[in-house]
Structure formats: structure tokens, C-alpha cells
């Protein structure tokens, strides 16, 4: 059993595996009733900020699904930006000033954030405002980028971020090339990025996640998860996740892309059967949240969690409970909402 928080206790419960979202409830979770510019709403007390970057990315992954969530709301993936740094960083400043009584913690995402001049600055102003539990999502190519002096990941490590997620499909550096389709080969992040990132990252207090989508291509099965854990742990990274493509409305979407994930989607039960019946792997925990569901195992000491998410699910749930603040989004066109689509559910509109 192992203790979330100060007052839950959870256990692994292989039937939440089966049962997955009928069994979740918003209220078994404590709400703190919270006033928004947009008006009274209840904030799940666990909140956390995704603060958008921007679109750009430097790869180009066969199963990228940035685009999924908007072509899942037959939205199309061109969204507003505010252009000039200084205008969207005055504006962010802005909206963190004002959530931060919430104490949400934040994640830094993207497209590719560690190639954005607005990294720097932003990393600046959440270490400032003094945000609990720090979080950047990256396929870490502009990690060792040099600015002021200093690279990303150190700059990062300074600035008391916590969680470094690096999002890799496999080991084989081919493989992974011809899956992630980087742009130019110096924005590519090789395993000897990754080591030297590792290497800095072990003289503070940022712990490294390696981040993989299971594909039938790459890693598809427990063994391919061994194979993937013993490699980086050599480095001393010791935390991983593995997600299943997400699920979605067929109908929205029509893309090339979709036709890979639909070709390519590992089922994550399967490989979850074949992991407990593995002696090295031993399950202790799995928790629900309230469109996605984690399992996590334990093997040769490092933490393997497998992670599913239903976006069909994520809409059942909120719109029965359409005063409930489950997550909130700063996008890049200067908008706070509480959804991944700027249009949806806005707490701080722009004026
Ligand atoms: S690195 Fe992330 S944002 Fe960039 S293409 Fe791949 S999945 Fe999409």
C-alpha cells in the first residue's frame, strides 16, 4: 500500500484494470471551491497547470497526437498565438500571479519547448513565483543547447524543476530516427544526449522520466519494456512510463497519422498480463484518474508505470460535472482554460 497525500492510501486492485473509469468519482476527491475570473467553479485540490509554449516542434512523430485532441472536437489544429515574446510572457505572468494562491503544480509542454527563446524566461518566472512540483515535457533535443552560459538542463536543475520527461520510442537510434522523423540531424537527441543529461541531472535534485508510446514497431511487449528500462538505467535513470495511443472519436479525425496509430496500437492490458506474470516485474500500485488509468511496477528497483487515457472519456466526465476545474491550459494565445481546446471552458479570457 502506498500513501498519496496526506490522507489517501492506495493499493494495486487488479479489477480497476477491467473496470477503469465506471468506478471513478470526482468526489471521492477533495474540491476546493474557488473563484475564477470567469466565475465560482470547484478546483480539484491535486491541480495542475500545462503551460503551452508553443506548436513547434522539431520532429515530426509518426504518432503524434498534439493534433488529436483538436480533430477530436472537429477543431483544426490552427490555433491563435501571441506572437511577440514579451506581450505572451507579460501575459503569462499575468495568469500565474493569479492562480498561484490555487498552488496548482506546473508542467512545461509543447510542441517542442527546449527550442523556444521563451524557455529561459518562462523556467525564470515559475521558479520566482515559487510553484510546488515542476515538471518540463521534452524530446529533449535542446537540452544541451548552451544559453547564457549554461545548458537547458542545467538552467532547469537551477531553477528547482523536479521532473525532466524525455520522450524516446525505442533504444535503437535508427529506429527511433525513422519513427520520431526529426527535422535536421543536429535538433536530433541521441542516447549519448540522454546519458550526458543523465550524468548532469544526477548532481542535483531532477529526476529524469523516459517517456515511450508502445508501438508494434518499437516497444511492444514486456521484454521490449526490459530491454528499454535496462538500457537507460545504466545511465541512472530509474523512473519510466509507457502509454498506450490514445483513444478517440474515429469519426473527427482523418489524418495519415491515424492511420498509423490504428495500424501501430499496442493493446497496454496485454502487455500488463504478461508483465505480472514476470518474475523480475512486480506490480504495487495502480490509480485512476478521470480520463486516464496507471499501473506501476516495480523492476530491479526502478519505476515502470504504464499509463491509458480516453479523450472520449475525459468529455463524459467533465460535462457531468461542468463546475469541476480538473487541469487547467495556458495556450499560446494568452487564454486560461480548463481544457486542451482554447475555446473550451475558459477561466482567464484575454481582453
Ligand atoms: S516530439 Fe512530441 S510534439 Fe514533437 S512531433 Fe513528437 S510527439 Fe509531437
Same mark, same amino acid.
Given at each position: 500500500?502506498?500513501?498519496?497525500?496526506?490522507?489517501?492510501?492506495?493499493?494495486?486492485?487488479?479489477?480497476?484494470?477491467?473496470?477503469r473509469q465506471?468506478?471513478?468519482?470526482?468526489?471521492?476527491?477533495?474540491?476546493?471551491?474557488?473563484?475564477?475570473?470567469?466565475?465560482?467553479? /470547484?478546483?480539484?485540490?491535486?491541480?495542475?497547470?500545462?503551460? %503551452?509554449?508553443?506548436?513547434?516542434?522539431?520532429?515530426?512523430?509518426?504518432?503524434?497526437?498534439?493534433?488529436l485532441r483538436?480533430?477530436h472536437r472537429?477543431? =483544426?489544429?490552427?490555433?491563435?498565438?501571441?506572437?511577440?515574446?514579451?506581450?505572451?510572457?507579460?501575459?503569462?505572468?499575468?495568469?500565474?500571479?493569479?492562480?498561484?494562491?490555487?498552488?496548482?503544480?506546473?508542467?512545461?509542454?509543447?510542441?517542442?519547448?527546449?527550442?523556444?527563446?521563451?524557455?529561459?524566461?518562462?523556467?525564470?518566472?515559475?521558479?520566482?513565483?515559487?510553484?510546488?512540483?515542476? +515538471?518540463? +515535457? +521534452?524530446?529533449?533535443?535542446? =537540452?544541451?543547447?548552451?544559453?547564457?552560459?549554461?545548458?537547458?538542463?542545467?538552467?532547469?536543475?537551477?531553477?528547482?524543476?523536479?521532473?525532466?520527461?524525455?520522450?524516446? &520510442?525505442?533504444?535503437?537510434?535508427?529506429?527511433?530516427?525513422?519513427?520520431?522523423?526529426?527535422?535536421?540531424?543536429?535538433?536530433?537527441?541521441?542516447?549519448?544526449?540522454?546519458?550526458?543529461?543523465?550524468?548532469?541531472?544526477?548532481?542535483?535534485?531532477?529526476?529524469?522520466?523516459?517517456?515511450?508510446?508502445?508501438?508494434?514497431?518499437? &516497444?511492444?511487449?514486456?521484454?521490449?519494456?526490459?530491454?528499454?528500462?535496462? %538500457?537507460?538505467?545504466?545511465?541512472?535513470?530509474?523512473?519510466?512510463?509507457?502509454?498506450?495511443?490514445m483513444d478517440y472519436d474515429h469519426k473527427a479525425v482523418?489524418?495519415?497519422?491515424?492511420?498509423?496509430?490504428? /495500424?501501430?496500437?499496442?493493446?497496454?492490458?496485454?502487455?500488463?498480463?504478461?508483465?505480472?506474470?514476470?518474475?523480475?516485474?512486480?506490480?504495487?500500485?495502480?490509480?485512476?484518474?478521470y480520463y486516464y488509468?496507471?499501473?506501476?511496477?516495480?523492476?530491479?528497483?526502478?519505476?515502470?508505470?504504464?499509463?491509458s487515457a480516453d479523450l472520449e472519456q475525459q468529455y463524459r466526465e467533465k460535462s457531468?460535472?461542468?463546475?469541476?476545474?480538473?487541469?487547467?491550459?495556458?495556450?499560446?494565445?494568452?487564454?486560461?482554460?480548463?481544457?486542451?481546446?482554447?475555446?473550451?471552458?475558459?477561466?482567464?479570457?484575454?481582453?
Amino acid at each position: 500500500m502506498v500513501k498519496v497525500g496526506a490522507e489517501r492510501e492506495v493499493r494495486f486492485d487488479r479489477s480497476l484494470r477491467y473496470q477503469r473509469q465506471a468506478d471513478y468519482n470526482i468526489y471521492d476527491y477533495e474540491l476546493v471551491p474557488w473563484h475564477f475570473e470567469a466565475g465560482e467553479r /470547484k478546483a480539484y485540490q491535486n491541480l495542475n497547470l500545462s503551460i %503551452f509554449v508553443d506548436d513547434e516542434c522539431n520532429a515530426d512523430c509518426r504518432f503524434c497526437v498534439a493534433q488529436l485532441r483538436y480533430e477530436h472536437r472537429k477543431q =483544426l489544429y490552427q490555433k491563435e498565438h501571441i506572437r511577440e515574446d514579451q506581450r505572451y510572457l507579460a501575459r503569462l505572468r499575468e495568469v500565474l500571479e493569479a492562480i498561484r494562491p490555487l498552488n496548482p503544480s506546473v508542467s512545461i509542454t509543447g510542441g517542442e519547448p527546449t527550442i523556444s527563446p521563451r524557455l529561459l524566461p518562462i523556467i525564470r518566472m515559475v521558479d520566482e513565483l515559487g510553484f510546488r512540483k515542476r +515538471t518540463i +515535457t +521534452t524530446n529533449g533535443s535542446g =537540452l544541451l543547447r548552451v544559453t547564457e552560459g549554461k545548458t537547458i538542463a542545467t538552467h532547469l536543475m537551477e531553477r528547482g524543476f523536479d521532473h525532466l520527461n524525455i520522450s524516446r &520510442v525505442c533504444v535503437d537510434e535508427e529506429k527511433n530516427r525513422e519513427i520520431m522523423r526529426y527535422g535536421a540531424d543536429d535538433s536530433y537527441c541521441s542516447n549519448e544526449d540522454i546519458r550526458q543529461i543523465a550524468k548532469a541531472a544526477g548532481k542535483g535534485n531532477m529526476r529524469i522520466r523516459m517517456s515511450c508510446i508502445l508501438l508494434k514497431p518499437a &516497444v511492444h511487449n514486456a521484454a521490449g519494456i526490459k530491454e528499454y528500462v535496462d %538500457f537507460y538505467r545504466q545511465y541512472g535513470v530509474d523512473n519510466f512510463i509507457f502509454r498506450q495511443l490514445m483513444d478517440y472519436d474515429h469519426k473527427a479525425v482523418n489524418l495519415e497519422k491515424i492511420a498509423y496509430c490504428d /495500424k501501430n496500437k499496442v493493446d497496454l492490458n496485454e502487455v500488463w498480463e504478461e508483465m505480472e506474470r514476470d518474475p523480475e516485474i512486480t506490480p504495487y500500485m495502480n490509480l485512476l484518474g478521470y480520463y486516464y488509468y496507471v499501473e506501476l511496477y516495480d523492476y530491479h528497483g526502478c519505476r515502470i508505470a504504464g499509463e491509458s487515457a480516453d479523450l472520449e472519456q475525459q468529455y463524459r466526465e467533465k460535462s457531468r460535472h461542468r463546475d469541476v476545474v480538473y487541469e487547467m491550459v495556458f495556450h499560446t494565445n494568452g487564454v486560461l482554460s480548463g481544457s486542451w481546446i482554447p475555446t473550451e471552458e475558459i477561466l482567464m479570457d484575454v481582453k
